[in-house]
């Protein structure tokens, strides 16, 4: 990967990006040094200007950004980070330093928490119950969720159509982990429809 710091008098900018919501956390710069040792920490580490020194976001809060991705715009001169926050990203206690909160991208979210319900064996969960007794009957539970929301839409309440098409989402995941695919694998396929 190569960065140009030399053009920007040894500092980059830095967007941090929610790797599943794609939410926009924070804007950092690093330099060098900062970049090698975000590299080989898997935490982001910015170049502080007000300190004047390497700060890993998360040093004092326990609020690191383990870093997912990395990738540097054309100009090889801004760099792009998604990473996945432990807690708030901002000091304000807000998700985001620009102090939006959003919903979009929160079933990327779901899915993650599914998989590690699942993958951590999780005994008290229904996800990992239902998982656990093989794909005939989590095909069959999505089938029935498919059917309460046609029912609901017969009629005049939005509240409860709201909650069945949101079961059917929820169980629509499972299906999708007991498959072996990604949300990401459906969204692409989507994404190759409108391109026809």
């Not at 690093?30 to 970049?35: L, P, R, V």
Request: glycine letters at 6%; hydrophobic letters at 35%.
């Amino acid at each position: 990967m190569n960065i140009y710091f030399d053009k920007t008098n040894g500092l980059v900018p830095v967007i941090i990006q929610h790797h599943f919501t794609l939410q926009v956390l924070m804007l950092g710069y690093m330099n060098e040094e900062a970049f090698a040792k975000t590299l080989a920490d898997d935490k982001v580490t910015f170049f502080s200007r007000r300190k004047n020194r390497l700060w890993t976001k998360g040093e004092t809060s326990g609020n690191f950004l383990t870093v997912k991705n990395i990738t540097v715009d054309c100009d090889n001169d801004t760099i792009l980070i998604k990473a996945l926050p432990n807690g708030p990203t901002c000091h304000t206690g807000a998700t985001s330093c620009f102090g939006e909160e959003t919903s979009k991208g929160f079933l990327y979210e779901l899915e993650n928490t599914i998989s590690k319900r699942i993958d951590e064996n999780d005994q008290h969960s229904y996800t990992n119950n239902l998982y656990r007794k093989g794909i005939n009957k989590v095909a069959q539970k999505v089938g029935e969720e498919a059917v309460e929301l046609i029912i609901e839409a017969k009629d005049n309440d939005d509240h409860l159509f709201k909650n069945e098409a949101a079961d059917l989402i929820y169980h629509f995941l499972i299906l999708l982990k007991a498959k072996n695919i990604m949300l990401t694998d459906v969204e692409n396929m989507l994404h190759q429809r409108v391109k026809k």
